[in-house]
């Protein structure tokens, strides 16, 4: 089995370029192990409270701040033969948790509701993986339910070195809580290797993630890499065992709908070959619209359609 380790040597922090080495190279269809870190000095818990602080998120604090403000990132792992215009299959076969704590962060003139809330706010989130819950500060369990919020390939070499934050047509900072273990990523390939990367690990997070950020932790990844040259996908789309998912992301929320509702009439139109008006209607019937983030910038907004109906 592969398996990426992070660190110093293995994590890039903030940015995404299509010029990163690779730090790990596989076939298409083998698997990887990826763990990743998360989270600046000024998120971890007092050394007095006990909880597990990963040494290799301290070597990175160690090496000091990043150059531009972003998310932890394991990889980029590059995918023998895979070119420019392929489509990257990102199986998501299991995610675990790698430490016990997670953290959720409030700060003035960011988030949905950027003025209401003009004070800084840090809570340490205890995780329990044996039971799936972590304990809110007044009582609640709330369940487990750990995904990625990000994961990308590189994006196009011409734009250069890019932030993790905003999400655009190279995957990046999606925060897609359907993105779950047993679900299918698709994203299409910009350079050679594909140069797959992934971080931002969150316990669990409603649609809108409105103040900015989830239960934010550490998470272990499992993963099956495939090079498509069968599928006309040139932005990012999902699937999990009963739906598919378009995905729109924009800095008006008007415009997200508008593209995660134009790509889903496309798929629906293609696979079950019938008219875009037909369609159309049929989006409008069955399938539903959510608010996937309303705070990275471009905002996303993204489209589910049971499959059993296609």
Request: hydrophobic share 40%; proline share 7%; with cysteine.
């Given at each position: 089995?592969?398996?990426?380790?992070?660190?110093?040597?293995?994590?890039?922090?903030?940015?995404?370029?299509?010029?990163?080495?690779?730090?790990?190279?596989?076939?298409?269809?083998?698997?990887?192990?990826?763990?990743?870190?998360?989270?600046?000095?000024?998120?971890?818990?007092?050394?007095?409270?006990?909880?597990?602080?990963p040494p290799e998120l301290l070597a990175l604090h160690a090496m000091g701040p990043p150059a531009m403000p972003g998310h932890i990132l394991t990889g980029p792992v590059a995918v023998e033969g895979a070119q420019a215009g392929d489509v990257?299959?990102?199986?998501?076969?299991?995610?675990?948790?790698?430490?016990?704590?997670?953290?959720?962060?409030?700060?003035?003139?960011?988030?949905?509701?950027?003025?209401?809330?003009?004070?800084?706010?840090?809570?340490?989130?205890?995780?329990?993986?044996?039971?799936?819950?972590?304990?809110?500060?007044?009582?609640?369990?709330?369940?487990?339910?750990?995904?990625?919020?990000?994961?990308?390939?590189?994006?196009?070499?011409?734009?250069?070195?890019?932030?993790?934050?905003?999400?655009?047509?190279?995957?990046?900072?999606?925060?897609?809580?359907?993105?779950?273990?047993?679900?299918?990523?698709?994203?299409?390939?910009?350079?050679?290797?594909?140069?797959?990367?992934?971080?931002?690990?969150?316990?669990?997070?409603?649609?809108?993630?409105?103040?900015?950020?989830?239960?934010?932790?550490?998470?272990?990844?499992?993963?099956?890499?495939?090079?498509?040259?069968?599928?006309?996908?040139?932005?990012?789309?999902?699937?999990?065992?009963?739906?598919?998912?378009?995905?729109?992301?924009?800095?008006?929320?008007?415009?997200?709908?508008?593209?995660?509702?134009?790509?889903?009439?496309?798929?629906?139109?293609?696979?079950?070959?019938?008219?875009?008006?037909?369609?159309?209607?049929?989006?409008?019937?069955?399938?539903?619209?959510?608010?996937?983030?309303?705070?990275?910038?471009?905002?996303?907004?993204?489209?589910?359609?049971?499959?059993?109906?296609?």
């Open positions: 089995m592969n398996e990426l380790k992070a660190g110093p040597e293995t994590c890039h922090w903030g940015f995404f370029d299509a010029t990163l080495p690779p730090v790990l190279t596989i076939k298409s269809g083998e698997e990887v192990v990826i763990n990743t870190v998360s989270g600046a000095p000024a998120v971890l818990p007092d050394a007095g409270d006990g909880f597990y602080i990257l299959q990102v199986d998501i076969l299991d995610v675990t948790l790698a430490q016990d704590w997670g953290y959720n962060m409030i700060r003035p003139l960011v988030g949905t509701l950027p003025l209401d809330f003009p004070e800084q706010n840090l809570t340490i989130i205890p995780l329990d993986g044996s039971r799936g819950e972590a304990t809110m500060p007044w009582g609640l369990k709330l369940p487990l339910a750990p995904f990625f919020g990000v994961m990308a390939v590189a994006p196009p070499q011409g734009w250069g070195r890019i932030s993790t934050i905003e999400p655009r047509a190279h995957g990046g900072n999606l925060d897609n809580k359907e993105l779950v273990a047993g679900t299918t990523l698709y994203l299409p390939v910009h350079a050679e290797g594909a140069l797959f990367s992934c971080g931002d690990g969150h316990g669990a997070q409603g649609d809108g993630e409105v103040c900015v950020t989830a239960i934010e932790t550490a998470l272990k990844g499992r993963f099956r890499l495939t090079v498509r040259r069968d599928l006309d996908i040139t932005y990012p789309q999902a699937e999990t065992p009963t739906h598919i998912i378009t995905m729109g992301m924009h800095a008006d929320l008007d415009q997200c709908v508008e593209i995660a509702l134009r790509r889903m009439i496309e798929v629906v139109a293609d696979r079950v070959k019938i008219s875009r008006a037909e369609a159309y209607m049929l989006c409008s019937l069955a399938g539903d619209l959510r608010i996937t983030q309303t705070v990275n910038r471009e905002k996303g907004v993204h489209m589910m359609m049971a499959k059993n109906l296609l």
